[in-house]
């Protein structure tokens, strides 16, 4: 069964701290899609990136960065000097890309991540 | 261009009743899909709709059910509420399918069961 583990429940971190928050997923398909989603205070989900399971390269965009190892099944965040406006939930997210209409995500139970002053 | 919209933002209710939250998706967009958020469960999905079929649906009972709409606004529907039921309800919407690109999410209805 597809599954997602964040295993950090929360992360507290001074301003200007690197973190990294990891994912680590579970899934037979050979194809798939990876996701990081955060969720600030307001509520609103915000797509940060998706990986394709062919694509191996990390990515970098500004201060964040994404690490993703199919040998250990994970697909880890990191933020660089962190700033209190990464205060959030982060969500990992994993979709099988089959042929066909039986797509969905599954989502980790996220991480809350408090970046203090 | 306008973001996802859900209306209302808020709903009380008491068990027993039904209740139906609607979301209006950015235009364009044909996907929509549902989800329920709670603190202990996180994020579960319920169902997503593509050009007005139900594409894919989620391990919640039959009290749960959904439909799309020519302009691709969608509603979901709760009857029989119970007090589990209490939880925030995201919907968002895609040009591509939910499990296939990214998702645009409204700010979520927050549904308190009493």
């Known amino acids: 069964a597809q599954k997602v583990t964040q295993a950090q429940t929360e992360i507290s971190v001074v301003e200007k701290e690197d973190v990294t928050l990891d994912c680590v997923y579970e899934t037979r398909d050979t194809t798939y899609y990876l996701f990081w989603y955060k969720q600030p205070p307001s509520g609103e989900l915000v797509f940060l990136i998706r990986?394709?399971?062919?694509d191996e390269q990390n990515e970098i965009s500004g201060r964040y960065s994404w690490n993703f190892q199919k040998s250990t099944s994970s697909f880890n965040f990191t933020i660089t000097a962190s700033q209190v406006v990464d205060s959030a939930v982060y969500f990992c997210a994993l979709s099988e890309a089959r042929v066909g209409n039986n797509r969905k995500l599954i989502w980790g139970l996220g991480t809350s991540l408090a970046v203090n002053p | 261009k306008a973001g996802v919209t859900q209306t209302p933002r808020y709903l009380i209710k008491t068990r027993g009743q039904q209740v139906t939250l609607s979301c209006s998706p950015i235009?364009?967009?044909?996907?929509v899909s549902w989800y329920q958020q709670t603190p202990g469960q996180g994020l579960q999905f319920l169902f997503e709709?593509?050009?007005?079929?139900?594409?894919n649906k989620g391990n919640f009972p039959g009290r749960f059910s959904g439909r799309q709409f020519s302009n691709s606004r969608s509603e979901m529907n709760v009857s029989t509420l119970e007090l589990g039921d209490s939880a925030l309800y995201l919907c968002?919407?895609?040009?591509?399918?939910?499990?296939?690109?990214?998702?645009?999410f409204g700010p979520g209805t927050r549904l308190t069961v009493l």
């Open positions: 709709y593509f050009s007005e079929t139900q594409r």
């Open positions: 235009s364009g967009h044909r996907s």
């Open positions: 968002a919407s895609g040009d591509k399918g939910g499990g296939d690109g990214e998702q645009f």
């Open positions: 990986r394709n399971s062919f």
